[in-house]
């Protein structure tokens, strides 16, 4: 089923040509969708229409129409899809308003009705859902950049969204911080929400992403399962730079040998499935000598 649909849809932000053009496109509930391509594709205004600050914030003209959980976004407030949509911008210090953590996943809470112990509850789960149990009282100021971005993360889960639109989330961090904020999004999408996210280094979500949808230019390029994006960015010449440096080396032995190998999430399965292959081919050799 999906749980946001672009029928025909393009944008253009105010004095700029078009952003978007024509895009067509289901993302399915519970999917770990990726939206990625080159730079200036549209990938940020793809995600920030999903969350409705395209067009309601940013003016503009629009085509076409986009359905978060079945209803037209023109006729919803940002407000109300903000209730179904949790955003994380890679600008993600520019969320935080508070001065601790608590206050500032409370925030969004505010106007939500709850009471005060069931608020409470709904913050400290938030918290220690992201990693930050216990730092209720702790101030904005102090947290590393990591925590900031958890937080931004923790503050949009207490409302309870259905989807999550994450931009860039691995941008401004190191290999290990990568690792550890996708598995955090993948634990996420575990628990059922729908996960989006913005993301031009493929490689880091081998191990998760169940859709991709690939922008070049403003227009969809290509959309569908993990595998049959990378076959189709390794067929495109000036897409091949955004393949994996893993799935290069997949491609370029099954041109080769002319064996088709596995849709290798991590090195450790390749390496295993490679190794399964050495003493076969080595028999091969050995029988024909
Ligand atoms: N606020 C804005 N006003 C006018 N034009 C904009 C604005 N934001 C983006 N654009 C233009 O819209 C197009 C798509 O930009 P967008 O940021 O969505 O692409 P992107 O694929 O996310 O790029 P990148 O990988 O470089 O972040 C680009 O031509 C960009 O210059």
């Known amino acids: 089923m999906a749980v946001v649909e672009f029928d025909r849809f393009s944008y253009a932000y105010p004095g700029s040509g078009l952003a ?34 395209v067009p309601h914030y940013f003016g503009g003209r629009q085509g ?15 407000g109300e899809i903000a209730s179904q949509v949790g955003t994380v911008l890679a600008d993600y210090e520019s969320q935080l308003v508070a001065m601790t953590a608590a206050e500032e996943v409370a925030f969004g809470l505010e106007t939500s009705g709850l009471s005060r112990s069931e608020a409470a509850r709904r913050i400290s789960q938030a918290l220690s859902m992201v990693g930050l149990g216990g730092l209720e009282e702790r101030e904005v100021a102090g947290l590393s950049g990591g925590q900031k971005q958890r937080l931004a993360i923790a503050a949009v889960l207490a409302m309870s969204p259905e989807i999550l639109v994450f931009d860039e989330p691995a941008s401004a961090l190191d290999p290990e911080g ?27 979500v081998l191990p998760y992403a169940s859709k991709v949808v690939l922008l070049k230019g403003g227009k969809l390029e290509f959309t569908g399962m993990l595998p049959q994006a990378l076959e189709f960015m390794w067929q495109q010449p000036e897409l091949r730079v955004g393949v994996p440096p893993l799935w290069a080396i ?25 190794n399964s292959l050495v003493p076969a081919s080595a028999e091969g050799v050995a029988k024909s000598a």
Do not use: C
Request: hydrophobic fraction near 40%; proline fraction near 2%; charged fraction near 20%.
């Open 250 to 274: 997949k491609f370029t032995l099954e041109q080769e040998t002319g064996i088709k190998l596995g849709n290798w999430q991590t090195e450790s399965q390749a390496a295993e499935e490679l």
């Open 64 to 78: 076409g129409s986009v359905r978060v959980g079945g209803v037209n976004s023109s006729q919803s407030s940002m």
């Open 20 to 53: 978007l053009d024509d895009i067509t496109l289901d993302i399915p509930k519970g999917s770990f969708t990726v939206i990625t391509g080159p730079s200036g594709a549209g990938k940020t205004t793809l995600a920030l229409a999903i969350a409705g600050v």
């Open 178 to 204: 990568a690792a550890g904020i996708y598995e955090l999004l993948a634990d996420l999408n575990r628990r059922g929400k729908t996960v989006v996210v913005v993301e031009h280094q493929l490689a880091r």
